[in-house]
C-alpha cells in the first residue's frame, strides 16, 4: 500500500560553499535529506554539480539568486540589478520595491533568470523544482518570468512558502514579531502564487515549513512540529552547515553565528529521532522527483 502522506526533506544554498556542500551530502547520505537548491553563480557551484551526479537520488532544484548573490550575467548586461563587481542588493525590502517599480529591472531580470536556468541546464542535473534565495523567487514580478519560462525549460515544481503561524509559535515563539510581519507578508504572496501556478498545470506542496523558524530549524524543533502537521503533502526545508573557512550563510548574518545555526540544522537532519517522527507520523520521506513520477 503506498504511503498518503509525503514529505520532502531539503537543503537550502547547494554550492554556497565546501562546508554547505558537505553539509548536504552528509545529511544525504546518513539522515532525512532528500532534496537540495543549487546556487548556480555560487564559488562551490561547480563542486556540488560534481557531488550531485555521484548522487542520482538528491533531487536537485535552482536556488534562484537575485539578492545577496552574484549574478550569472555580466554587470554591464545588468546594471539596474547589480553594482559593477555584479553583486545584488543586499536588502530584500528595497530589492524587492525596485523589482516592483523600476521598469528598467524588469527585463534584465527575465535575462538574468533566463541565464541562470540555462547555468541550471547545462549541469546536466534533471532540474527537481525551484525556489530562491531569501524568497525572491515569488516577488510577482520574478514569479510571472518563472512562469513563462517554465515550458522552455521543464520548470514543474516552484516552493510556494506557507506555515501555519499558529502552529510554528506552539512549537517557538522566539522573534514573534518577525514571525507575524513575515506570516502576513508571504501568505499574501501565497495566495497570489496559487493563482498563476494552478493556472499553468506548476506543482506547490500544500505546506513548505522553513521560514518563520529561519535559522532555527533544530532536532527540537522538528520534534514539536512534525506531529502537529495536517497537510499530507510538505516540504520542510533548512540550511544545514559544517564549519569551513570562510562560511557565512547570508540569510543567518556573521560567520560564527551562520556556521553554528548550520550546525545545528545539520544535526536535526542526521536525528534518528526526526526520522522516526517522520515515519511514526505516516509521512514517506521523499522528493520532487519521485512524486511527478507517480503523479502526486
Not at 550569472?72 to 528595497?94: A, M, R, T, W, Y
Not at 520548470?155 to 509559535?169: A, C, N, Q
Request: proline share 4%.
Amino acid at each position: 500500500m503506498l504511503a498518503q502522506r509525503f514529505a520532502i526533506i531539503n537543503g537550502d544554498d547547494f554550492g554556497f560553499s565546501e562546508g554547505v556542500n558537505q553539509a548536504i551530502i552528509k545529511a544525504h547520505k546518513q539522515g532525512v535529506l532528500t532534496s537540495t537548491s543549487l546556487m548556480v553563480s555560487a564559488d562551490a557551484a561547480n563542486e556540488a554539480v560534481a557531488l550531485a551526479n555521484s548522487y542520482p537520488n538528491l533531487a536537485v532544484g535552482l536556488h534562484l539568486v537575485l539578492i545577496c548573490g552574484r549574478s550569472v550575467l555580466p554587470p554591464d548586461q545588468i546594471p539596474h540589478l547589480v553594482d559593477k563587481e555584479g553583486n545584488f542588493s543586499n536588502s530584500p525590502f528595497l530589492a524587492g520595491l525596485r523589482y516592483q517599480f523600476v521598469k528598467e529591472t524588469h527585463q534584465e531580470l527575465r535575462q538574468e533568470i533566463r541565464a541562470q536556468l540555462e547555468k541550471f541546464r547545462s549541469t546536466g542535473l534533471p532540474l527537481s523544482h525551484v525556489d530562491g534565495h531569501l524568497h525572491l523567487h515569488i516577488h510577482p514580478i520574478v514569479l510571472r518570468i518563472l512562469v513563462d519560462l517554465a515550458a522552455e525549460f521543464d520548470i514543474k515544481v516552484i516552493r510556494l512558502p506557507s506555515e501555519e503561524l499558529g502552529l510554528t509559535l506552539r512549537v517557538n515563539r522566539s522573534n514573534l514579531l518577525t514571525k507575524l510581519v513575515w506570516s502576513g507578508v508571504f501568505g499574501r504572496l501565497r495566495r497570489y502564487g496559487e493563482r498563476i501556478l494552478e493556472s499553468e498545470g506548476i506543482k506547490f506542496t500544500q505546506r513548505v515549513y522553513g521560514l518563520l523558524q529561519t535559522g532555527g530549524i533544530t532536532e527540537e524543533y522538528l520534534l514539536g512540529l512534525i506531529p502537529q502537521i495536517q497537510a499530507d503533502l510538505v516540504e520542510i526545508y533548512s540550511h544545514p552547515a559544517m564549519p569551513t573557512t570562510g562560511y557565512a550563510n547570508a540569510i543567518h548574518g556573521d560567520p560564527l553565528n551562520g556556521t553554528l545555526a548550520g550546525e545545528a540544522e545539520l544535526a536535526a537532519l542526521l536525528s534518528d529521532r526526526v526520522r522516526e517522527a517522520l515515519l511514526s507520523n505516516g509521512f514517506e520521506i521523499t522528493n520532487h522527483h519521485f512524486l511527478c513520477q507517480r503523479s502526486i
